[in-house]
């Protein structure tokens, strides 16, 4: 006998449970223009066993089933979360690797079916992207469940019905607002060429992009960083990463001239997957700013590279390099009418003893940046107490700090496990501790969002690539679940995770929030939130249950249903 239940996207369904270890979902509430994401698990009874696999197709019923896709939802070996595995910070961790976690989705086979055998509980995402015109009202969504193993295996045979569920949609009479957080997932353009092993800029190649980024935006990503030159990230003192540099350099008897072919057709990507925001990549090294990115230039006719770790940051050569090509991007951006769209780096998470050293790059390109958004990753809250940036980003364990300085516009990231109680998406945390930091970006105010690992597939330090269907943490290096977002198909599509998926159902979240603050006000809100929780929202406080998470967005759905 075959056992299906409809459960929430909060839950991760692991082989060796059990489908009674879930709670059906009976009802749930929508916006429309919301992707509202669920799950239809399975399992044979615990008195069958069929050690040949047999396929089922699930078919889905009622006026939603044509807006819904279906995927897989795979598992990928874990085998290092955080360290000390004895450590109190590691709470609010559903199991501790090594094994197998729930993570990849992937199309049904043939588009249409799955197969199953023995004992496991496995899952099938199920994603309904909700018209912004659907009328509002309760819409039924009956699965049916067909054994189809004769039709496969022989093309004879009628489907036969082997399990059936359903739940209730109410669709919502409010469309969700456009989101207003700027968010960038870090894009790693070297590490696909690497992966399908094209030639960088090919057609190919750029093909290859084009679809990370769109699946990207689908995820809430709206700022794309951009590799003017080879990214100056996780990258060994001397070491190099494959060359990546959108903007062509030429020297000529001590004068730099600039080719930004290649630069407009990214711009050009990016306008059509529904990037706003274009992120420029580090103008310096990592961790401190005291030396150059990869440079390659054409220097009195001969391509070699022109800068990097042998520069001296602060010297005179580069000094007066990165003046002209500053000068001379913007000119051009401006000419295009995108300089308003471009964000800038200085130097990634530099520490409170490179201080000095990232205030003396800083100075190489304020005046000429004075009118652009210069933003970097740090958590030493005296880069802007002294006033050195008026746009840092914090790690959100250190937010506080910075809000407490008085702090406008604040921007967050995270990388690493989320320690101490804080939100993250690693494989090893829930998915409702995933979703919960999407409540918690709005009561903070915070207007914009980084994460460094969009789809880095490299070990530390980017000694080498790895696999990342089977190296989930670049090789020992990061917690499982910290380097990427989406995985690479072999067609050139990225698939998405569950984690990323998730996590913007809870920017989702927060565009609902900010529509029920129009309707009512900020304090009314985040007071219906903590009425839910029963306790004081703040970056540690995460929802404890899928429950939880979900009855929080059903009181905002309910406030803005009670308003239109």
Request: charged share 25%; with cysteine; aromatic share 12%.
């Amino acid at each position: 006998m075959l056992n299906v239940k409809i459960i929430s996207s909060q839950d991760k369904v692991f082989f060796d449970q059990s489908t009674d270890d879930f709670k059906s979902l009976e009802r749930i509430s929508v916006l429309r223009g919301e992707r509202l994401s669920l799950q239809l698990i399975y399992a044979f009874d615990h008195n069958d066993l069929h050690r040949t696999p047999l396929f089922y197709s699930p078919v889905l019923g009622g006026e939603l089933a044509k807006y819904a896709t279906l995927r897989g939802v795979k598992h990928v070996p874990v085998m290092k979360y955080d360290g000390d595995y004895s450590n109190p910070h590691l709470v609010d961790y559903l199991r501790l690797p090594p094994g197998l976690f729930p993570d990849l989705l992937t199309p049904l086979a043939g588009g249409k079916n799955f197969a199953i055998c023995d004992r496991m509980t496995e899952s099938i995402w199920i994603e309904i992207d909700i018209p912004e015109d659907m009328a509002a009202g309760k819409y039924e969504l009956p699965i049916r469940v067909d054994l189809v193993e004769e039709q496969i295996a022989f093309g004879t045979g009628e489907p036969e019905e082997a399990a059936s569920c359903s739940v209730e949609i109410e669709v919502i009479g409010a469309t969700l607002p456009e989101q207003k957080l700027m968010h960038t997932e870090w894009f790693h353009a070297d590490c696909l060429a690497q992966y399908y092993n094209v030639p960088v800029w090919s057609e190919r190649h750029w093909e290859i992009i084009e679809n990370f980024a769109r699946v990207a935006v689908k995820g809430g990503v709206n700022m794309l960083l951009t590799p003017v030159f080879t990214l100056p990230l996780d990258t060994s003192v001397g070491g190099e990463r494959l060359t990546t540099q959108l903007v062509g350099i030429k020297r000529t008897n001590g004068r730099y001239t600039f080719n930004f072919k290649l630069l407009d057709r990214w711009v050009d990507m990016c306008d059509r997957v529904g990037i706003k925001y274009l992120e420029i990549s580090h103008l310096f090294t990592q961790w401190g700013a005291t030396h150059a990115p990869k440079i390659m230039a054409t220097v009195d006719g001969e391509y070699k590279k022109l800068f990097g770790w042998e520069t001296d940051a602060h010297g005179e050569e580069y000094k007066k390099f990165m003046r002209s090509f500053l000068k001379a991007l913007l000119k051009h951006m401006k000419a295009r009418g995108d300089d308003e769209r471009c964000f800038f780096h200085i130097s990634d998470e530099p520490n409170s003893e490179q201080l000095k050293d990232y205030k003396k790059s800083k100075r190489i390109v304020d005046n000429i940046l004075k009118d652009h958004t210069i933003m970097d990753a740090l958590s030493h809250v005296e880069y802007f107490k002294k006033g050195i940036t008026k746009t840092p980003v914090p790690l959100v364990s250190h937010a506080e700090e910075f809000i407490e300085a008085g702090i406008e516009n604040l921007w967050v990231y995270y990388c690493g496990g989320g320690r101490g109680g804080y939100s993250s998406r690693v494989y090893a945390k829930p998915n409702y501790n995933n979703r919960s930091l999407g409540m918690q970006l709005y009561k903070a105010g915070v207007v914009g969002f980084l994460h460094w690992g969009y789809n880095f597939y490299n070990t530390r330090r980017s000694f080498d690539s790895v696999n990342p269907f089977v190296e989930v943490n670049g090789e020992h290096w990061v917690p499982a679940g910290d380097a990427f977002m989406v995985y690479p198909a072999q067609n050139g599509e990225a698939l998405e995770s569950l984690r990323f998926v998730v996590f913007n159902e809870g920017l989702q979240d927060m565009r609902a929030m900010q529509l029920c603050e129009s309707l009512y006000s900020k304090d009314e809100v985040v007071s219906a939130i903590e009425e839910v929780l029963g306790d004081t929202l703040t970056f540690t406080r995460c929802a404890k249950s899928s429950e939880e998470m979900l009855a929080v967005r059903e009181k905002i759905n309910e406030m803005i249903k009670a308003k239109v």
